[in-house]
């Protein structure tokens, strides 16, 4: 028995991987974003395919799906999950400073992939970095969300940011 809030917690308050078998398999999906900000000079280079290691944003995208595959690998208490479907969307930010990067990880299973979409995310920006390190080493990463999900015990959640935007934009 976990404690309450803490399902990576047993009564005795050891860590334990999270017993997931005895769940229906549902839909779910997960959608994270991130953000990369650089000079300007170097945006331009990225998005006008002139930077020294080639297409950026090619790479960035195969490195963030390679990393939601692998995230069982990463973070010790992940389930290994059969990934149905993984989008990977990288836009310049609307204030024109960075770029943003979105992965939509979606599996059919007894658990969630919020962390294989914040994983995608994370992967992608850091090799976003690595491409272009060299022209600029002050790049900053962050943040990174979970911006909402689907599926599984707990129904539909949205980040309360989220919210906040489509709430005044109803309005």
């Known amino acids: 028995m976990s ?46 395919g002139r930077a020294a290691k ?9 490195a963030a799906i390679q990393g939601a595959k692998r995230t069982w690998e990463l973070i010790p208490l992940c389930h290994p ?16 400073r960075g770029l943003r990067l ?11 992939v919020e962390m294989e979409a914040l994983t995608a995310v994370q992967v992608g920006l850091l090799t976003l970095y690595d491409m272009v390190k060299s022209a600029d080493p002050a790049m900053t990463i962050g ?3 979970l911006l909402r999900k689907e599926g599984g015990r707990r129904g539909p959640w949205e980040h309360p940011a989220v919210r906040g935007l489509a709430e005044a934009s109803d309005g």
């Open 81 to 96: 999950i059969a990934l149905t479907g993984l989008e990977v969307r990288i836009e310049p930010m609307a204030d024109g």
């Open 102 to 112: 979105e992965a939509s990880a979606r599996t059919t299973g007894a658990t969630g």
């Open 3 to 48: 404690q309450p809030g803490l399902s990576h917690l047993n009564a005795a308050g050891q860590v334990h991987m999270v017993e997931v078998g005895d769940r229906p398999a549902s839909d779910r999906r997960a959608v994270a974003e991130g953000c990369i900000t650089m000079a300007p000079e170097v945006l331009a280079l990225v998005l006008e």
């Open 143 to 145: 943040p990174v969300r």
């Open 54 to 62: 080639g297409d950026v944003l090619a790479v960035a995208r195969v």
